[in-house]
């Protein structure tokens, strides 16, 4: 008895195989948030003053409220001149640089303007790069949660489907998602800020988010 009981289960095991296979689910979405990169440029022959004039930039930014700031770089270097082999100081340069992000275009628009007040002479230059709609990380990880959850009822479905035409028995063994990398806005050259000449609010086109899964069935 025990010969016989054996076999079937031997034989069915035989007959069992996997199928491996990816498939790709994306959705198209408008992006939620504004982004741009602000960089502030001091010049000056005293580096205390620059670091002063480069401190007064640096409060206005980090208390204002209503944008998100992200980065935050500050760097002070001198300057010099080359004549006859020897190397001449000549200053000092510092450098400030941001990336604001907003949900409200008019946000951005009154951060810009306010910036622009604190700029007391010619040898400050403030200016804007990359100004562009980007999905938020809370709208990306909600949008990511929803493919996923696509995913597994598509191959749910796929699967009983799979087993019906194919007469056999056929489960799920895995499912794996592979990581999809966005790339970050094109860096555009960077626009000085001039007064009541601000940069344009770009137009907020659709965007493509996607997942990439791999299944694995067995069936018998």
């Not at 504004?34 to 930014?61: G, P, W």
């Not at 935050?72 to 000092?92: D, L, M």
């Not at 035409?165 to 000085?192: G, H, N, Q």
């Amino acid at each position: 008895m025990k010969i016989i009981l054996a076999l079937p289960l031997l034989l069915v095991s035989l007959f069992a195989y996997t199928i491996e296979f990816e498939k790709s689910f994306e959705h198209e979405i408008v992006p939620d948030t504004l982004q741009a990169s602000i960089s502030v440029t001091v010049k000056d022959t005293d580096e205390k003053s620059v670091i002063r004039k480069l401190t007064r930039y640096a409060n206005f930014v980090r208390n204002f409220p209503d944008v998100v700031k992200r980065g935050g770089n500050f760097n002070v270097y001198p300057e010099y001149n080359y004549e006859r082999n020897r190397r001449y100081k000549t200053g000092y340069t510092g450098t400030l640089s941001y990336r604001i992000q907003s949900k409200d275009p008019k946000q951005i628009d009154t951060f810009l303007e306010k910036l622009h007040t604190l700029k007391e002479s010619k040898t400050e230059d403030i200016n804007i790069a990359s100004l562009s709609w980007i999905m938020s990380d809370k709208q990306l990880r909600g949008k990511k949660d929803q493919l996923r959850l696509e995913a597994l009822l598509w191959i749910n479905r796929y699967t009983k489907k799979l087993s019906k035409s194919l007469k056999t028995s056929c489960l799920i063994k895995d499912v794996s998602f592979i990581p999809v990398r966005y790339p970050s806005p094109y860096a555009e050259s960077a626009m000085p800020i001039q007064k009541r000449d601000f940069a344009p609010t770009p137009q907020r086109d659709l965007q493509n988010i996607s997942i990439n899964a791999t299944f694995q069935l067995e069936c018998k």
